[in-house]
């Protein structure tokens, strides 16, 4: 086999992605990447009308991109939305998975409900989406990329409120390793990306909550989601064909103590 210098490519034409979350925040931001990118978008959230304006600015930018009601705590919904994006726009060959939610409050002190949604949102709905992309891309032999958003805070829990938050994310983790090695036969790559603190609706409410954080970081400053591009790329791409079951932490040195 012989490989090109450099050997590297982030060309997504006639790739299909689906990316869950992305109404805003780093979602909105992954999505608008993949599509400048070539790849055909599947955009999926519960807020239906601001799916419809992240598809009209990536397609006025010359892009394809498709919105898709999704409420990631349905399991029949994540089974069917697979198949509505592959009628739609050929099958998924590409998947996100960044749609979550926060927690703020004590581990003795959440109801069940919440506990459940943190759960479902974070951990449940990853892992069925995952498996019924991966199924549909098995019958179809084709390859495929995945990516599962965890977080710096899955290995760095500091205290404030949000111990489900942090296992949920590590459990993230475990969960790309643990399907990387069950589906590498089929080419399919699974790898994870921990975002530290990153500017966001999300981040705008733990700031609210807890103050400027970023007094306490290195460099004293939240990310850009646009500084996620590139390792996000390079993971859905040709480019990282040999690299899968792994994590990339993006965190600006913000949880290395």
Known sequence: MSFPT??????LAGQTALVTGASSGLGRRFAKTLAAA?????????RAEKLEEVAREIRAAGGTAEPFQ???TD??????VVGAVEA?????????????????????????????TLLDTNLRGPYILSCEVARRLMEHKLPGRMVNISSAGAFDYGGNGAALYSIT????????????VEWARFNINVNA???????SEMMDGMLDRLGDITKGFPRQRLGDPAQLDSTLLFLVSPSSEFVTGTYVRVDDAQHHR
């Open 75 to 80: 399991a029949d919904q994540l089974i069917g």
């Open 88 to 116: 739609k726009l050929g099958p998924v060959t590409i998947l996100v998975n960044n749609a979550g939610v926060p927690d703020a409050q004590r581990a003795t002190k959440m109801s069940v409900e919440l506990i459940d």
């Open 70 to 72: 999704l409420d990631v």
């Open 193 to 199: 990306i921990a975002p530290g603190a990153f500017a």
């Open 38 to 46: 070539g790849a055909k978008v599947a955009l999926t959230a519960r």
């Open 169 to 180: 994310k590590a459990a993230i983790i475990r969960m790309t390793e643990a399907l990387a």
């Open 6 to 11: 450099p050997n590297f490519s982030i060309d």
